[in-house]
């Protein structure tokens, strides 16, 4: 999917990419260490951080390491990231599983009274689920991440319409006797998303049925390993910020965040110290003003096969052992 029009709005003519963060950036990706970087950013500063921090499993950009060294080594920043939060502002972080020895420890588990001691204050705990993913043999197979969503006072920005899903029963009326009776009884721009978010992780949702070069098939797929998807964020950045306020992501990777927040006239800034993901950050971001990123639209339903394609029918070889009694009960075919 390709954006089929020019952004447009707040930061043209130029959409300036600055190093560093000053009085007039828009658009900031700092090459460097998060903590380091941030330690430069004024106090309150920020109206939403939203993040996906390397969860400490081998990743290609991270050296796997005892979780509690783990932690202790994201605490400072935690605390930079509270302090230059806007009083009004929220913290959306986004986790999976870090797993020792094949025991599952759920990060979220662990960030949560991180953030607790520094103040904030859960309004949400958001399940992302998705549907593919691996196989596992000895636990049953991981199909959600979290996003834990702070917010640092009792004021805070929550804007609610711009969010909004189709229902599932517009036509719904109110039953009950009084003066709305009879009337709808939805709202006509739709219902609250709730907090189990259906999004697609990875393209395996998208041109699986078909194409068997799934990854290469994803709309927003680059050389990163484990990008967020930018409708995630794009509905953070709808509900938890105004035009023109700043999001930040200390993690940035390919800016999937900042694409985010620039798509819908926010201010963005990344930071990120692999050099190779803030050149191709950059690039998609120009890509986002000439028109040609590709990215999956906010809201797009996740496809569903129909039932007819070759890789839903059944194997005719397991329907062959079915027959002969070579396979258990237990196969559903
Ligand atoms: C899970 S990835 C985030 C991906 C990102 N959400 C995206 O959509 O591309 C975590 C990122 O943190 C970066 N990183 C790890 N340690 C860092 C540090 N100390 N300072 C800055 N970036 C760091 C890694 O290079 C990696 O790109």
């Not at 970087?37 to 390491?65: H, R």
């Not at 390993?225 to 990777?253: K, M, Y």
């Not at 963005?268 to 998609?284: F, P, Q, S, T």
């Amino acid at each position: 999917m390709r954006s089929n029009h020019k952004q447009s709005g707040l930061f043209e003519p130029e959409h300036r990419i600055d190093s560093g963060f000053q009085a007039d950036s828009t658009i900031v990706l700092a090459h460097g260490d998060s903590l380091e970087t941030l330690k430069k950013l004024p106090d309150g500063a920020i109206k939403l951080i939203i993040s996906s921090p390397p969860y400490n499993i081998g990743k290609e950009y991270e050296v796997q390491q005892k979780l509690e060294h783990y932690l202790e080594w994201l605490e400072p920043i935690l605390a930079e990231l509270v302090r230059v939060l806007s009083p009004n502002g929220s913290l959306c972080w986004q986790v999976g599983n870090y797993v020792e020895e094949s025991e599952v420890f759920p990060l979220d588990i662990y960030f949560y009274p991180i953030f607790k001691k520094l103040g904030l204050q859960l309004r949400n705990r958001v399940v992302w689920t998705f549907e593919h993913g691996l196989h596992c043999s000895v636990r049953f197979s991981g199909r959600y991440e979290t996003l834990l969503w702070f917010t640092k006072t009792d004021d805070y920005t929550f804007n609610l319409d711009p969010v909004r899903v189709p229902s599932k029963y517009p036509g719904k009326r109110n039953f009950r006797p009084g003066p709305d009776y009879g009337k709808p009884s939805g709202n006509p721009l739709g219902k609250n998303p709730s907090d189990v978010w259906k999004l697609m992780a990875k393209e395996w949702e998208v041109g699986l049925w078909n194409i068997p070069n799934v990854k290469a098939n994803h709309p927003e797929k680059t050389l990163h390993p484990c990008q967020f998807p930018i409708e995630l964020v794009e509905r953070c950045v709808l509900a938890l910020t105004n035009e023109g306020d700043w999001v930040l992501d200390p993690f940035t990777g390919v800016a999937s965040a900042l694409l985010a927040a620039l798509k819908q006239n926010r201010k963005g800034m990344g930071i990120d110290r692999e050099i190779a993901y803030v050149n191709e950050a950059k690039l998609r971001i120009a890509k986002l003003y000439s028109g040609e990123l590709p990215y999956r639209p906010l809201g797009k339903p996740v496809h569903q096969p129909t039932g007819k394609e070759k890789v839903t029918q059944v194997p005719q070889e397991w329907l062959e052992k079915k027959e002969s009694n070579e396979i258990g009960s237990g196969l559903l075919v």
